[in-house]
C-alpha cells in the first residue's frame, strides 16, 4: 500500500491539473518519506489495534455489559504491557521497514536538530530517542491511560460489575446476591433500609424461580427479562427485585443524557453569557433540548404570556393584526 501511494503521489506531482495541485501532492510525498510519519503511523496501528474490540463492543451499546468490563481491563493491561515491553519491537519495525523504502533512520543517540529542535528543561539539547520514546511514545500511552481511568473510575467500574449480577444470560450464570445487595445501597433514594431487609429475601427466592423456570431459560438480556417478567406478572411477584433491573435499564440513558446536558452548556453558556444564574441557565438548556415542542408553541402565545407575568413600560404588538370578517 505504501508503494502504491507513493506512485500516485508523484503521478499527481508530474501530472497535477495546476501548481497548486502538484505542490500539495509533494508536500505530502516529502512529509511522508521521513522516519517520524512511518514511527507515528506504526505506534498508532499498535494502539488502535489494542483498543478496537472496545471501541466496538461500547459502540453496540448491549445491555450485556460483562463483556465490556473484560474488555476494559484487558485493553489497560495491554496498555501497559505495550509501554514497558512494546518499545524496542515498535522500533525495529520502523526501522526495518525505513530501510526497506530508502528512509533515513536517524542515530537515536545523536540530538535533534534543524527547524524542529528541541531542549530538554534544564536547556541541554534533546536526543531523538529522548523525543521518540519520551514525548512521543510514552506520552501518548500516559494521556490514552489517564482516559481510560477518567471514563472507567473505580466507582463506575464496581457500578458496572454490580449491575452485570443481574445478567439473564447463561442461566444466570454472573448472579450476585452481596453486590446486588451494594448496588441497592447505593440508591438510597429509591430502598430504604426495609426494603433492602425485603430485597434480601426476595433475591434468594427470584434466582431459585429463575433458574428453574424455562420460561426464563432463552433469554440473554436484560430488556427482555423485563418484558417478559411484565408479561407474566413477575413484576408484581418480585417488585424490589423489578426495580432493581428498571434501575440497571436507566443507567445508560441516564449517563447520556447528563453527558448531553454538559455538551449543550457549551453551547448555551457562552462567553457573552457567563453570568447565567441557575434558574434561568436550567430553562435555556430546557429550551435547547426541547426544540421540537418549543417549535410547535405559536410565537404570539409565547409573547403574550411573557407580558402578562408583570407590568411592562411597552405594550407588545400583536405579531398577528385580526381584521373583522366582511359581511
Not at 18 to 33: E, T, Y
Not at 159 to 164: E, K, N
Not at 215 to 222: G, K, P, R, V
Not at 258 to 276: P, Q
Amino acid at each position: 500500500m505504501w508503494n502504491s501511494i507513493e506512485r500516485v503521489l508523484l503521478a499527481i506531482n508530474k501530472l497535477g491539473e495546476s501548481l497548486k495541485i502538484r505542490q500539495s501532492a509533494g508536500g505530502v510525498f516529502d512529509k511522508m518519506d521521513c522516519f517520524q510519519f512511518v514511527f507515528i503511523g506504526k505506534f498508532m496501528m499498535k494502539i488502535l489495534g489494542i483498543t478496537n474490540t472496545l471501541s466496538k463492543i461500547l459502540q453496540a451499546r448491549d445491555q450485556n455489559i460483562g463483556y465490556a468490563l473484560n474488555m476494559i481491563n484487558v485493553v489497560k493491561n495491554k496498555l501497559q504491557e505495550l509501554r514497558e515491553d512494546g518499545w524496542d519491537n515498535l522500533l525495529k519495525e520502523v526501522t526495518e521497514f525505513c530501510e526497506e523504502h530508502s528512509i533515513d533512520v536517524p542515530n537515536m543517540e545523536n540530538f535533534v536538530h534543524g527547524r524542529s529542535r528541541k531542549r530538554l528543561k534544564g536547556g541541554e539539547p534533546m536526543t531523538y530517542l529522548h523525543h521518540f520514546r519520551i514525548d512521543i511514545f510514552i506520552k501518548v500511552i500516559d494521556v490514552i491511560a489517564m482516559e481510560m481511568d477518567k471514563h472507567f473510575t473505580e466507582a463506575n467500574t464496581e457500578l458496572l460489575r454490580c449491575v452485570m449480577c443481574l445478567d439473564p444470560s447463561n442461566s444466570f450464570a454472573n448472579f450476585d446476591h452481596v453486590r446486588l445487595l451494594q448496588l441497592a445501597k447505593l440508591y438510597s433514594d429509591d430502598f430504604s433500609s426495609t426494603d433492602i431487609i425485603e430485597l434480601d429475601h426476595q433475591l434468594q427466592n427470584y434466582i431459585c424461580d429463575m433458574r428453574s423456570n424455562e420460561i426464563f431459560s432463552n433469554i440473554s438480556n436484560l430488556g427482555d427479562l423485563a418484558k417478559k417478567m411484565v408479561e407474566i406478572n413477575y413484576h408484581t411477584y418480585f417488585p424490589l427485585v423489578y426495580r432493581l433491573i428498571e434501575l440497571a435499564l436507566i443507567l445508560p440513558v441516564g449517563t447520556a443524557s447528563v453527558e448531553r446536558t454538559f455538551s449543550a452548556m457549551n453551547v448555551v453558556k457562552t462567553d457573552l453569557r457567563n453570568r447565567l444564574g441557575d434558574d434561568l441557565l436550567s430553562d435555556c438548556l430546557v429550551c435547547y433540548f426541547e426544540k421540537e415542542i418549543f417549535r410547535s408553541i405559536d410565537d404570539e402565545v409565547i409573547m403574550q404570556s411573557f407580558q402578562n407575568l408583570a407590568s411592562r413600560r411597552n405594550q407588545l404588538r400583536p405579531l398577528k393584526i385580526h381584521r373583522p370578517n366582511p359581511c
